[in-house]
């Protein structure tokens, strides 16, 4: 019914110029200041701090939110996966990164009645081009990295990262003082955004530039991640149960923020050595000897950077991929995504995602074309999921490991019908309890 509806309207061909549009900006602009008003400006009692970039902003968030929360005060968080106030965690089970903007205000204003003064947001692309966040006087921002992702909204790289350029702005020009911003060397726009945009504490974190902040002596293992910060000529080590060199990254940004907020750098790293990890990110289960990770890659980069780690860390055991690629979003990176499971897996199953209102086959037709490997031959298309993960079990072997990739910690799929109720780390518990 979406899909006809869709069609009928001319939604998808109309919508580009539409959003482009005065009518379009200024009905956005103000739906988000009637909500702003009815909420009391709860921002302007808040020290908010926005995450935004393509990969880790969930990661980076619930590092950061730990970092605060433990440290300075009551903090509230909105991300992907959760909720938080305080130690109180609501699954968002919205798919929405940022949320609506009633919904987002009315957050605010419940975490300033329980004497809240301190917010990390999860800040997506969409979100910002929307105006979800026009009102909110954000104190500081974070910017992970960028690399390409909804060029299909977004039209080029630039213009996405145009978008994102919005938080900063947002930092720059509210009437709060003290704006920060903590910006990876290692990437192109966050070097663009250091010399462009004025702030009035502002700190690079890198692996491979200099920079204020940066990591090296990177050791990864299966168990855990150790390396050395080096900061204001001063070297401290630092261990993790984050694995791969990604959240390295994640760190160095939430830890960057924690600097700019006057945290003692000993309290932030001892926060960081007691955090656990995130919900379907790179979330572990040990199924009888069989290691399966439960991780939200969805983008090129994130799945290849993850699958690099773990054939490169398992010496034991096969590598074997389940993934997919979402609906509607950037279909190049379909067959990019192919190709990346093709170049690292010792097996890849390939199966669906939320297929909502496109042919779940045409999808799984793109993202096969440049494999290499004949269908069969450690190679299998399973458009169920659910019958993909019992295949991934079936063939798996004490010491294999297991990537779930795409979904994480969603628990909703949206298939060409309707919602249904799915999460990969409910589903393979239940099919191992069968075996």
């Known amino acids: 019914m979406k899909k006809f509806l869709k069609i009928i309207t001319l939604y998808d061909f109309l919508y580009p110029f539409y959003k482009k549009s005065f009518l379009y900006q200024f009905i956005k602009k103000t739906y988000a200041q009637i909500a702003n008003m009815m909420s009391g400006f709860p921002s302007k009692d808040f020290v908010v701090i926005g995450v935004t970039g393509t990969d880790g902003k969930t990661t980076t968030s619930n590092i950061l939110h730990k970092i605060i929360n433990d440290n300075l005060g009551k903090t509230l968080m909105i991300s992907t996966a959760y909720i938080k106030l305080w130690d109180q965690k609501i699954f968002n089970k919205t798919k929405m990164t940022s949320l609506d903007v009633f919904d987002l205000q009315g957050y605010l204003s419940t975490a300033k009645d329980s004497w809240c003064q301190y917010a990390v947001l999860e800040v997506s692309s969409h979100a910002l081009d929307q105006f979800r966040f026009e009102g909110v006087e954000f104190d500081g921002a974070v910017l992970t990295n960028i690399t390409p992702e909804h060029l299909d909204y977004h039209g080029t790289l630039e213009n996405y990262a145009n978008t994102k350029r919005k ?32 702030f009035d504490k502002m700190m690079s974190f890198s692996i491979n530039s200099s920079s204020m902040l940066r990591a090296t002596n990177i050791q990864l293992s299966l168990e855990k991640t150790v390396f050395t910060l080096q900061y204001l000529g001063k070297e401290f080590q630092i261990t993790t149960w984050l694995l791969w060199e990604h959240n390295v990254y994640n760190i160095l940004a939430a830890t960057a923020m924690g600097i700019l907020m006057g945290i003692d750098l000993q309290k932030i790293i001892a926060s960081i050595q007691s955090f656990e990890w995130v919900s379907g990110r790179l979330e572990y289960i040990d199924i009888k000897g069989v290691h399966v990770f439960v991780d939200f890659a969805h983008t090129p980069n994130a799945l290849e950077s993850t699958l690099k780690f773990f054939k490169t860390a398992n010496k034991s055991g096969r590598l074997i991929t389940v993934f997919w690629a979402p609906w509607k979003r950037d279909k190049y990176k379909r067959p990019l995504m192919g190709e990346i499971a093709d170049r690292y897996s010792d097996i890849m199953i390939v199966t669906d995602d939320d297929a909502d209102t496109e042919n779940r086959l045409d999808i799984i037709s793109q993202i096969i074309q440049n494999i290499k490997r004949k269908e069969g031959d450690n190679y299998f298309i399973i458009p169920e999921r659910k019958f993909a993960l019992t295949l991934a079990l079936d063939i798996a072997k004490p010491w294999d490991f297991i ?23 409910e589903k393979i518990l239940e099919l191992a309890a069968k075996k």
């Not at 702005?169 to 903590?182: C, H």
């Open 167 to 198: 938080l900063f702005e947002y930092v720059a020009t509210n009437s709060k003082n003290n704006k920060r911003a903590a910006l990876p060397k290692d990437d192109e726009f966050g070097r663009k955004r250091a010399d462009e945009i004025w």
């Open 403 to 425: 990537i779930l990739a795409g979904k994480g910690h969603e628990k909703i799929q949206l298939t060409n019908f309707w919602k249904r109720e799915r999460n990969d780390k």
